[in-house]
């Protein structure tokens, strides 16, 4: 795909820039991911908001996503439909997010070829400056078709 999956979220998703995602990979149903250490988007115990860490896995699993489907954006809108979230640690430092989509392509695709809007789920972890997991997230997107 020649897509800047990175770029593109970047650009369309102003929110993910106020916070400072910075991407590293993007490719093949994954994505990594940073919010640097920074004051602004720091809590009352000076670690990453949990908002803050939120935005930094949907962004990454958002990433993952458009990286096998984002060639299907002319017929259908991703939009996420739920998410699940485990705060396990206290973070320190700069986060690191490390997402994959759990689906197969082609199976998604299917479902949109069939009519459907199919929904599909993207884990992801999160760890901190020390590489210890802090946070575990499946965000569950669809592909919405357009209408004709």
């Known amino acids: 795909m020649s897509l800047d999956v990175g770029a593109f979220l970047l650009e369309s998703v102003p929110f993910a820039r106020t916070v400072g995602i ?4 993007v490719g093949d149903g994954r994505a990594v991911c940073r919010l640097p250490d ?4 720091r809590n009352h115990v000076a670690g990453p908001h949990a908002g803050a860490l939120f935005t930094l896995a949907e962004t990454a699993s958002g990433a993952a996503m458009l990286s096998l489907l984002g060639d299907e954006l002319g017929r259908a809108t991703p939009l996420t439909t739920g998410a699940r979230v485990e705060y396990r640690k206290f973070a320190k430092g700069e986060v690191r ?3 994959r989509l759990l689906a197969a392509r082609d199976a998604v695709v299917a479902e949109l070829d069939a009519g459907g809007r199919p ?3 993207v884990a992801v972890e999160l760890t901190d400056g020390d590489g210890v997991l802090v946070s575990t997230v499946v965000i569950t997107w669809t592909l919405r078709p357009h209408r004709r």
Do not use: M, N, T
């Open 119 to 121: 929904e599909f789920d």
């Open 38 to 41: 920074r004051e602004d988007v």
């Open 97 to 99: 997010a490390e997402a």
């Open 22 to 25: 910075v991407f590293d990979e």
